[in-house]
């Protein structure tokens, strides 16, 4: 099953932010609610708890894959809704993490900036 347009570079984070945008006018998010940004924290909270129960109730990777998307897509629709560049933000935060320490918790890595631990 194709149901992407032909034109579209799957690897562009422009396309897929003009896909999402799409999806949002076709609705008028805007001017329903759809952007109010606590009811989207709801919705990604909702999402999250998919992911959790794919990954507990040992669903198929291919469901994961879904609620994964399901979640990137509100996580990249909040970024049009509260209008802040969610590309550049993500680069300058690996900027960040990159430069940060790693350490074992509880047999589990853990990137942090430590401040409270010693
Ligand atoms: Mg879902």
Same mark, same amino acid.
């Given at each position: 099953?194709?149901n992407?347009q032909?034109?579209?570079n799957?690897?562009?984070y422009?396309?897929?932010?003009?896909?999402?945008?799409? &999806?949002?006018?076709?609705?008028? &998010?805007?001017? #329903?609610?759809?952007?109010? %940004?606590?009811?989207?924290v709801? %919705?990604?909270?909702?999402?999250?708890?998919?992911?959790? /129960?794919? =990954? #507990?109730?040992?669903k198929? #990777?291919? /469901?994961?894959?879904?609620?994964?998307?399901?979640l990137?897509? @509100?996580v990249?629709g909040t970024? =049009?809704?509260?209008? &802040?560049? @969610?590309? #550049?933000?993500?680069?300058?935060?690996?900027?960040? %993490?990159?430069?940060?320490?790693?350490?074992?918790?509880?047999?589990?890595?853990?990137? /942090?900036? &430590?401040?409270?631990?010693?």
């Amino acid at each position: 099953m194709d149901n992407k347009q032909s034109h579209c570079n799957e690897d562009s984070y422009d396309e897929m932010l003009a896909a999402i945008q799409a &999806f949002h006018d076709k609705h008028d &998010f805007k001017g #329903t609610g759809g952007e109010d %940004l606590p009811y989207r924290v709801a %919705l990604m909270a909702e999402e999250l708890g998919e992911i959790s /129960s794919a =990954i #507990t109730k040992g669903k198929s #990777t291919e /469901s994961l894959a879904e609620e994964c998307a399901d979640l990137m897509i @509100l996580v990249m629709g909040t970024a =049009i809704a509260a209008d &802040f560049d @969610l590309k #550049t933000a993500l680069w300058k935060k690996m900027d960040k %993490l990159m430069k940060r320490e790693s350490k074992m918790i509880n047999g589990k890595i853990r990137v /942090s900036e &430590f401040r409270d631990m010693s």
